[in-house]
């Protein structure tokens, strides 16, 4: 497994991470995981050299974490532990966001929440620090917490020992800027993949540029991506790839369009032995920028399918004919 400088933090973490999401549960993922199954999941990363594991305490309300926390007991210094900070379910805090998964979430990134929620996080994940702590998105309107201020208290944090790096999530760029300028970055955590390009216009060359880590979220388009979401899967009610509006590529008409996309490049994958998966997580570390890519896993067997895109290397060529093709294909079709 390959392993990149976090930024310009200390810290040194594999080119695939592990995303914990799902382990979380909860309506938006389906039927319930296995927490016995997803802790098989991060031992199978763990063992295979992936030390880069990305959690968040709105996952499951706490599930993630927790998951998290009991696969990495006695196990904790092999591993570059990242969560996340400011979604507040607790009170009035902060400023409404959405309803997720049954409870009103909101946009909370005040110093005073930031200490409970750091407290919380390492009493769940089982550790006395926590070495990416990352906000998982902006403050704003009306509860609009100056970023001067939150990245103050980020840097005390840091002072006492509870945090090694911080990290932003789903900032844009004038956002990413106010941070930096108010101490150091190590990481900026984005949706991208090949069907989701925008961060390539702004964030993606700012990132290159300071030498600030990426970690991709979403690569994978939560499964679509690997080819074995087909036209008979059904989704939950409540689940995220049911909510079309949200993902119209899990529409069933835009759906059968992607997999005839990925049914095109059976040339690619044979010529590299590699799986669709693979492919797709190939391209999107071959990317201008991209340091890490993040792919979330259920089972041992994706994690074993999904880091082996770290040793895989396309050739230009074909990056750029995958690309020609995505972009032949247009947007999502409306329902
Ligand atoms: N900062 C943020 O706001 C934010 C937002 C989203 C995600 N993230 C982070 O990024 C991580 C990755 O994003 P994501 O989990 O939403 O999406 P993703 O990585 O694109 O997709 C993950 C899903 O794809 C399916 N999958 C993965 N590998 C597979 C394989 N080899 N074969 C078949 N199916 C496979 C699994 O779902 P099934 O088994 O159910 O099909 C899995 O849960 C998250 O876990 C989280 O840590 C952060």
Redesign the pocket.
């Known amino acids: 497994m390959k392993h990149l400088a976090l930024g310009q933090s200390n810290l040194t973490a594999s080119r695939v991470g592990l995303?914990?999401?799902?382990m979380g549960g909860g309506s938006v993922?389906?039927p319930n995981p296995d927490d016995r199954e997803s802790i098989r999941a991060i031992h199978a990363a763990l063992d295979a050299g992936v030390n880069l594991i990305?959690?968040?305490p709105v996952?499951g309300f706490g599930r993630s974490e927790e998951v998290v926390g009991k696969a990495i007991k006695g196990r904790r210094r092999q591993v570059v532990l990242a969560t996340?900070c400011g979604l507040w379910w607790d009170d009035e805090r902060g400023s409404f966001f959405k309803e997720f998964d049954g409870r009103p979430l909101r946009r909370c990134l005040r110093p005073e929440t930031i200490r409970l929620e750091v407290d919380r996080s390492l009493a769940r994940l089982g550790t006395d620090h926590i070495d990416l702590y990352?906000t998982?998105?902006p403050a704003a309107a009306p509860d609009l917490t100056p970023i001067a201020d939150t990245m103050a208290c980020l840097l005390e944090l840091k002072t006492q020992g509870k945090i090694r790096a911080i990290g932003v999530?789903?900032v844009s760029l004038a956002e990413l800027q106010e941070n930096c300028a108010c101490g150091q970055v190590a990481s900026n955590?984005?949706?991208y993949?090949i069907l989701f390009r925008e961060p390539e216009e702004d964030i993606l060359p700012y990132c290159a540029q300071r030498r600030i880590a990426t970690l991709t979220?979403?690569?994978?388009?939560?499964?679509l991506?690997?080819g074995?979401?087909g036209l008979d899967r059904a989704f939950a009610s409540g689940e995220f790839r049911n909510d079309t509006a949200w993902n119209p590529w899990f529409i069933p008409a835009n759906r059968k369009r992607i997999l005839d996309l990925l049914g095109g490049w059976k040339d690619l994958t044979d010529k590299y032995a590699c799986?669709l998966?693979q492919l797709v997580l190939a391209w999107t570390a071959a990317q201008p920028g991209v340091t890490h890519v993040?792919?979330?896993?259920?089972?041992p067997?994706?994690v074993q399918?999904?880091l082996q895109a770290a040793a895989l290397t396309i050739e230009a060529p074909d990056l750029e004919r995958m690309r020609l093709e995505v972009m032949a294909l247009g947007p999502p079709l409306p329902e």
């Open positions: 995303g914990a999401w799902v993922w389906g990305d959690t968040a996952y996340k990352q998982h998105v999530s789903n955590q984005f949706r993949s979220y979403m690569s994978l388009e939560q499964g991506l690997t074995k979401v799986t998966a993040l792919a979330g896993c259920r089972t067997a994706q399918e999904n």
